[in-house]
C-alpha cells in the first residue's frame, strides 16, 4: 500500500480506519475470487484414463503379456493414444476457464483513515471509499459519493455503445470503465459477490460439447461392453475346454493358447481405432482450420455447427464491425462551408467519440481545418449535445458572438419553441433506415449586451431559439462479408437472428441491409423488453422474430435456452462480456478475435481476425468429419458385429477359436485403420442429416452377420471336408485359422468397397491397393512370420476357394435381403401414412 501523489479533489469523508479495514479481511470481505473451474486436473486424468473401455483393453493386453506373446499385444498402445488426446483437450480447456476474468489486474486508490493510498484490488474491501478515474476499469461494484463528471463505458456488460453518466447515488458496476471525469464511490460487492464475478463464475462452468457423433459412437461402445463382459467369461470357459479342461491346461501350459483365443474374441468386438480415428479426425480439423485464422478451443465443436439450424449473430462484432462511418449531410440552411466549418469545430474535442472521429476524419479530407472556437461545451452522453461558440465583428462596446449545437436530434427538437415538421420528418426516416441521425443547429448572433447564449453555455441548457442548420448521418460500418455469409447461411437452411443491446430499429434497418432473410424481405424487429418471461411463451414467440433490440445479457442466456426447447441446435456469436453467458449456454459459442478475453475464454470456436465469412470454413470442416466419419464407422461396427457372432458361435459350438489377436491387427489395419484414416480426411460437402447412428448399423448388421456366419462355416465344416484334428494338431489348427483370416480378409474388402463408393474415382484405386497389399504381405517370410500366416497347401486350397465363393453369394445375398425387408417397411409404415394425408 502506497501513498498516492496524484491531486484529487478534497473530500471531508476520511473512509475507512485501518482497524476497521483488518476487521473486514478477517470476516473475508475482501476482493478476492476463486480462480478455479468445476473440473481439477485429478478429475480429468480419472474421467479419461480410468474408462470401462481403456479397463478391458488393458486387461485383455496384461492376459496376452502374462500368456507370453507380445506379438498379440500390439492392440494395447490404443489406450496411451486415445487417453492423451482426451486429456489434452480438456485441460486445455481447464487452463483457458482458470485464467478467466472479466477484471483486469491493476491497482486502485481508495481513501483510508483521510489518506489517498494505492492498493491492489485484491486488497479492496466492502465499505472503502473507491476513486474512479478517467481510464480505468471499476473493480468492485459500488455506488457514486461524489461525481465530477464522470461517464462510464458499460458496454462491455450491457451491450449498449453509448457511455452512461452517473450521478451520487447511481450504482456502478465492476468490469465498466471511466472514459472521463472522476468519482468516489463507496463499494457495496466485493469478490464473488460482484458482477463481474458472477458473470465470471457462471462463465467458469465446466460444459461438455455435445456431439452427436460421440454420442453415437458411445453408444455403440455402451451396448458392445455389456455384450462383451459375458461373452468373455464364456469364451475363457470355451477355450479352456478345446485345451483339455483347466487341470490339463495349466499342467501343460496350453492355458496361454486359452486366454489368446479368449482375447482374440473380446479385441475384436471393440471398436477402439474408431474411438482414436475420431479424436485424430476432430484436431486434424482443428489444425486446418487455425490455417485460416479459426481457432477451435474443443475438438467436438467442429462437428457442432455442421448440426447448428439456429444461428444468433450479436450485431457489434459481427454484423458489424463496431466503427463509425460518416455518411453524408443534409444542409437546412445557410451556406455548405459554414456548416462543414461548424461541424468539424463542434466535434473537434480532446478527445472525441467514434462518432466525433469518423466526421472529423471525413471534413479533413475534404480540406476542413479547426477554426478558432471561444467558448465550448463539450459532449456529454448525459446531455446528448455539445455546443461551441465563435467570436464575430467587433466594435469598441460590443462583440458579436455565434453559436452552434451539436447533437441528438430528439433532443434539440424537443427544446425549440418551433416544431419544425418537416425536420422531424427527414429525421425520422434517416433513422428507419438504419442511420445514426445528429442534428446540427445555429444560435441567432448575440451582442455582449444581450449574452443569452453565454448563460445558456454556464448552465448546459439549450436555447429554445434554435435554427436547425444540418441533418448529419452516420452509421455503424457492416462487415463486407456479412451479406454474402448470411446468404450462405440461408441455402443451407439455417435461421439467423440478429440479437443487440441497441434500438431494435436501428438494429433491424441494419438486418435490411445486409439482407437478411434475402430476397429483400423486411426482418421483424421486436424490443426485448416487451418478451415475456417464461420460457416457453417466449420460445413461441421467437419463432417469428428475426432481429431482437435492447436484449439485456440475462435475456440473451434465455433466448438460447428457450430455442434449445423448441430441439433447435444453437450457435450464437459476440465479442462482449454481456454475449459470454450466451455463449456459454448455446451448442456452439463463437467469438470474434477482438472480443474480451473473458468471452473468448468461454467460446469453443474464436475467429482470430474477426472475419465473420470464416464460419462456412467451419460448417465445411464439420460436414466432411460427419460424413466422412459415418463411412468410417460403418468399417469398424462391422467388424465388432462379426466379432461377437463368432464367439457366440465358437462357445456354442465348442471349437477353437478361429483366429488369433494378430491375425485381426493384419486385417484391421488393412481393410479398416488405413483406409480408414485416408476416407476420414476426403473431401465431403454432404449436409448433415440426424440419424447417424441408425444408418451406421442398418449397413453395419448385414455386413457383419454374414462375414461371422461364414467364417463360422468355414471353422466347423472345413475340417471335416479336409479330415483335419484341429483339437490335437496345432499346424492344423494354423492353417484352419489362416484360412478363416483370408476369408476375413476377402470380404472385409468387399465392405470396404461398398463404404467407398463410387469406386470410378480415386476411392476404387484405394481399395486395389488394399487388396494387393494385403496378398502381398502375406508372401513375404518375415510378414507372414510375425503374423503368423500359413498359406494353405493343396490339400486345403480347394475346400478354401469354394468357401470363399460360398461366402460372397452369402454376402451379396444377405446385403439384397436387408435392403428389400428395408423398402418394404419404408413403404408400409413411413410413405404410407404421408398418402393417407395427401388424400
Not at 434517416?430 to 448575440?446: D, F, H, M, Y
Request: charged letters at 20%; one cysteine or more.
Amino acid at each position: 500500500m502506497t501513498q498516492n501523489s496524484t491531486a484529487l479533489p478534497a473530500v471531508d469523508d476520511v473512509g475507512l480506519t485501518e482497524a476497521q479495514v483488518a476487521q473486514l479481511r478477517a470476516s473475508g470481505d475482501v476482493n478476492v475470487m476463486d480462480s478455479s473451474t468445476s473440473r481439477s486436473y485429478k478429475d480429468i486424468l480419472r474421467s479419461n484414463v480410468f474408462t470401462l473401455f481403456n479397463g478391458i483393453i488393458f486387461t485383455a493386453m496384461v492376459l496376452v503379456l502374462i500368456a507370453g506373446q507380445w506379438k498379440d499385444a500390439v492392440f494395447g498402445f490404443v489406450i496411451i493414444v486415445n487417453s492423451g488426446i482426451g486429456v489434452f483437450t480438456e485441460m486445455r480447456a481447464k487452463k483457458a476457464l482458470d485464467s478467466l476474468s472479466i477484471l483486469i489486474a491493476s491497482r486502485s486508490t481508495v481513501r483510508r483513515d483521510g489518506h489517498n493510498v494505492e492498493i491492489e484490488h485484491k486488497d479492496i474491501v466492502l465499505g472503502d471509499l473507491l476513486w474512479v478515474k478517467s481510464g480505468e476499469q471499476i473493480p468492485a461494484d459500488g455506488e457514486v459519493v461524489e461525481s465530477w463528471g464522470v461517464e462510464l463505458d458499460e458496454s462491455m456488460l450491457t451491450g449498449e455503445s453509448r457511455t452512461v453518466k452517473k450521478v451520487p447515488g447511481e450504482k456502478v458496476f465492476s468490469g465498466s470503465t471511466a472514459v472521463s471525469g472522476l468519482a468516489l464511490v463507496r463499494v457495496s460487492a466485493v469478490g464473488a459477490s460482484s458482477y463481474a464475478a458472477s458473470l465470471t463464475a457462471r462463465a467458469k462452468v465446466y460444459k461438455k460439447i455435445h456431439s452427436d457423433l460421440q454420442d453415437g459412437i458411445n453408444t455403440i461402445l455402451k451396448y458392445m461392453t455389456y455384450l462383451v463382459v459375458p461373452l468373455c467369461l464364456l469364451l475363457v470357459f470355451s477355450q479352456m475346454h478345446t485345451v483339455g479342461g483347466w487341470a490339463s491346461s495349466f499342467a501343460t501350459g496350453q492355458w496361454r493358447v486359452a486366454v489368446i483365443s479368449a482375447v482374440a474374441g473380446v479385441v475384436g468386438m471393440i471398436p477402439e481405432g474408431l474411438v482414436l480415428l475420431t479424436s485424430l479426425n476432430f484436431a486434424l480439423a482443428v489444425i486446418r482450420l487455425a490455417r485460416k485464422n479459426t481457432l477451435v478451443q474443443q475438438l467436438e465443436s467442429v462437428e457442432t455447427l455442421a448440426r447448428v439450424d439456429s444461428l444468433n449473430l450479436d450485431k457489434t462484432g459481427t454484423i458489424t464491425d463496431g466503427g463509425i462511418a460518416f455518411d453524408r449531410v443534409i444542409s437546412l440552411v445557410g451556406n455548405r462551408s459554414e456548416i462543414d466549418q461548424a461541424l468539424f469545430d463542434v466535434v473537434n474535442e480532446g478527445t472525441p467519440n467514434a462518432t466525433g472521429t469518423a466526421i472529423l476524419t471525413a471534413l479533413t479530407s475534404r480540406g476542413v481545418s479547426a477554426g478558432t472556437v471561444i467558448d465550448r461545451v463539450p459532449f456529454s452522453s448525459a446531455r446528448k449535445w455539445s455546443a461551441i461558440a465563435y467570436s464575430g465583428t467587433s466594435t469598441p462596446t460590443t462583440t458579436e458572438r455565434t453559436t452552434w449545437y451539436f447533437g441528438a436530434p430528439e433532443i434539440i427538437l424537443s427544446a425549440l419553441t418551433a416544431p419544425y415538421p418537416d425536420v422531424r420528418e427527414q429525421v425520422s426516416h434517416a433513422a428507419a433506415n438504419g442511420n445514426r441521425v445528429l442534428l446540427l443547429a445555429k444560435g441567432r448572433p448575440s451582442r455582449a449586451a444581450e449574452r443569452t447564449d453565454a448563460a445558456d453555455f454556464a448552465t448546459n441548457e439549450l436555447p429554445t431559439d434554435l435554427q436547425p442548420a444540418a441533418i448529419v448521418l452516420c452509421s455503424e460500418s457492416i462487415r463486407p462479408d456479412a451479406a454474402k455469409t448470411l446468404a450462405y447461411f440461408r441455402d443451407q437452411g439455417v435461421r439467423c437472428r440478429i440479437i443487440s443491446g441497441d434500438n431494435p430499429e436501428t438494429v433491424g434497418a441494419i438486418a435490411a441491409k445486409v439482407d437478411l432473410l434475402g430476397e429483400g424481405r423486411a426482418p421483424r424487429a421486436v424490443d426485448a423488453r416487451t418478451l415475456p418471461n417464461d420460457p416457453v411463451a417466449l420460445a413461441e414467440a421467437l419463432e417469428t422474430i428475426d432481429v431482437l433490440g435492447r436484449v439485456l445479457p440475462e435475456q440473451k442466456k434465455a433466448i438460447v435456452d428457450a430455442l434449445h426447447l423448441q430441439s433447435h441446435v444453437v450457435a450464437m456469436t459476440g465479442d462482449g462480456v454481456n454475449d459470454s453467458l450466451a455463449i456459454k449456454e448455446a451448442d456452439l459459442g463463437i467469438a470474434m478475435g477482438n472480443a474480451a478475453s473473458a468471452t473468448k475464454s468461454v467460446a469453443q470456436v474464436i475467429l482470430v481476425d474477426s472475419k465473420f465469412s470464416h464460419l462456412p470454413d467451419v460448417v465445411g470442416q464439420g460436414r466432411r468429419v460427419m460424413a466422412n466419419m459415418e463411412r468410417v464407422a460403418s468399417l469398424f461396427l462391422v467388424k465388432t458385429c462379426y466379432s461377437a457372432l463368432i464367439s457366440l458361435g465358437v462357445v456354442l459350438a465348442g471349437i477353437p477359436f478361429p483366429y488369433l489377436p494378430r491375425h485381426m491387427t493384419y486385417i484391421s489395419a488393412l481393410t479398416i485403420g488405413i483406409p480408414a484414416f485416408i476416407l476420414s480426411l476426403a473431401p465431403n460437402n454432404r449436409r448433415y442429416k440426424k440419424g447417424f447412428l441408425s444408418r451406421v448399423v442398418l449397413f453395419s448388421l448385414p455386413s457383419g452377420i454374414a462375414i461371422g456366419a461364414c467364417v463360422l462355416i468355414v471353422s466347423i465344416v472345413m475340417p471335416h471336408a479336409v479330415g483335419w484334428d484341429v483339437f490335437h494338431d496345432h499346424q492344423q489348427l494354423t492353417t484352419l485359422r489362416t484360412c478363416a483370416a483370408i476369408v476375413i480378409f476377402v470380404l472385409g474388402i468387399l465392405v470396404l468397397a461398398k463404404v467407398s463408393t463410387p469406386l470410378l474415382s480415386w476411392r476404387g484405386g484405394l481399395v486395389a491397393f488394399i487388396a494387393i497389399a494385403g496378398v502381398a504381405g502375406a508372401l513375404i517370410p518375415f510378414v507372414a512370420k510375425f503374423f503368423a500366416i500359413v498359406l494353405p497347401d493343396d490339400v486345403a486350397g480347394w475346400p478354401l476357394l469354394a468357401a470363399l465363393a460360398v461366402s460372397v453369394g452369402v454376402f451379396y445375398l444377405l446385403q439384397w435381403a436387408v435392403q428389400a425387408v428395408v423398402r418394404i417397411i419404408r413403404r408400409r409404415f413411413v410413405n404410407a401414412p404421408h398418402e393417407i394425408q395427401r388424400r
